[in-house]
């Protein structure tokens, strides 16, 4: 486990949020799946028959909602995603010398989380993007960001899938209080449609797209109006299987499909509700205690947006009958599962609200395990 106090004034100064431009709701996907599903069994209906294939069920608007908590997501692209004869997106491939799908959604958040810091490209000294994805292997996403702001200095990506995000402001609060940075760019851009298996009625409506930045500094530097000082960091990873994607270049080697059965995201849900939810809420207390506060008293927590019910349950052990959407907002119903970018959007939309001196967690949990907290204060705006 990692576990800090501090020994350098760090704050966020400024995030950003770029949103894609297409949404598609469950409404819509779901005609799409349930068309691919009957095809499918028309199709395979003697295999189906003789018990050499499983049927596929068809889905409901109804079902998404209950299980999920998401109603809509955003996408990069819908060309495709809603075609039954083609099921994923269609993303056309650039030239190496056009900035990449991944990078341009980072860049978009960066630009707007250098000006709410009240940033030069300049001022920056390093870029770090974490992502539950990573678009290619090399050269890093980080890296082509930092090129394409004009950033001088070091940049690298990191993945520790849903806790990307925090695991990344965590690094940029050690780089920091190292001295080997005084401020950070941190970027999380989750381009997740690609990585969605549209044609799995359990997993089909999780994921979308969206990018995230932030800015953290040292406070002595900080200019931006609407500062937040990092009181501490926490991070813990447990292995598991529950939450797993094979997808990798290795596929070739094996002579097997790298898009094939089991190498797309899958999970066993009613495992990582039970295993994940117990082992975040005490993260949660523990670290929030370390820092001198009461979980019940924290004004808000921006926790990580995969599963409603998920959010509910720990909300509720974490603030009692104090819990509500106000302490914990909800984005995950229109921007579904964004991988590690959710607690940042919703720390980005549902915090202006918030007091000088008043405290919130950012917390992400997912595969891995893995679990990222940052306990933070309003210190201006």
Same mark, same amino acid.
């Given at each position: ?27 819509e ?9 009957? $095809?499918?069994?028309? =199709?395979?209906?003697? !295999?189906? %028959?003789? *018990?050499?294939? &499983? +049927? /596929?069920?068809?889905?409901? #608007? ?16 819908r ?14 491939e $650039?030239?190496?010398? =056009?900035?990449?799908? !991944?990078a %341009?959604? *980072?860049?978009? &958040? +960066? /630009?707007?989380?250098?000006? #709410? ?11 770090i ?29 990191? %993945?520790?899938?849903?806790?990307? +995000? ?12 190292s ?11 989750e ?37 937040w ?53 005490a ?7 370390e ?91």
């Amino acid at each position: 486990m990692s576990d800090n106090k501090l020994p350098r004034n760090v704050v966020i100064s400024g995030t950003g949020l770029w949103t894609p431009p297409h949404s598609i709701s469950n409404e819509e996907l779901v005609d799409a799946y349930n068309a691919y599903a009957e $095809r499918y069994n028309r =199709e395979h209906a003697a !295999q189906i %028959e003789a *018990g050499e294939l &499983a +049927a /596929k069920p068809l889905s409901s #608007a109804e079902f998404i909602e209950k299980a999920s908590g998401i109603k809509s997501r955003y996408v990069v692209s819908r060309d495709g995603i809603l075609d039954p004869g083609r099921m994923r997106p269609y993303l056309p491939e $650039r030239s190496d010398d =056009e900035l990449c799908m !991944q990078a %341009e959604m *980072g860049v978009a &958040a +960066a /630009k707007q989380a250098l000006a #709410a810091a009240g940033k030069q490209p300049e001022d920056i000294d390093a870029v770090i993007v974490g992502a539950s994805y990573m678009q290619r292997a090399y050269p890093a996403i980080a890296i082509e960001i930092q090129g394409a702001l004009g950033i001088d200095g070091f940049a690298f990506d990191m %993945e520790v899938a849903c806790s990307s +995000a925090t695991f990344a402001l965590q690094r940029a609060v050690d780089a920091i209080c190292s001295g080997s940075a005084t401020t950070v760019l941190v970027v999380n851009p989750e381009l997740a449609s690609p990585q969605i298996d549209f044609t799995d009625r359990d997993s089909h409506f999780i994921f979308g797209d969206v990018a995230v930045a932030s800015v953290v500094e040292c406070g002595e530097t900080a200019t931006a109006d609407d500062t937040w000082q990092i009181l501490g960091t926490r991070a813990k990873t447990v292995f598991s299987n529950n939450i797993r994607s094979n997808f990798g270049y290795t596929a070739r080697a094996a002579d097997v499909d790298p898009f094939g059965e089991g190498k797309l995201f899958r999970q066993n849900g009613r495992k990582v509700f039970k295993e994940v939810c117990p082992m975040a809420a005490a993260h949660i207390e523990s670290h929030v205690r370390e820092s001198g506060s009461e979980p019940a008293e924290l004004a808000r927590y921006w926790l990580h947006q995969a599963n409603i019910n998920m959010n509910n349950l720990i909300a509720k052990k974490l603030m009692g009958d104090g819990a509500s959407e106000e302490r914990a907002p909800v984005v995950l119903d229109r921007y579904a599962n964004t991988g590690c970018a959710g607690s940042v959007i919703a720390f980005h939309l549902y915090r202006d609200d918030l007091q000088p001196g008043e405290r919130g967690v950012i917390c992400s949990f997912g595969a891995g395990y893995s679990i990222g907290s940052l306990v933070v204060e309003k210190t201006g705006g």
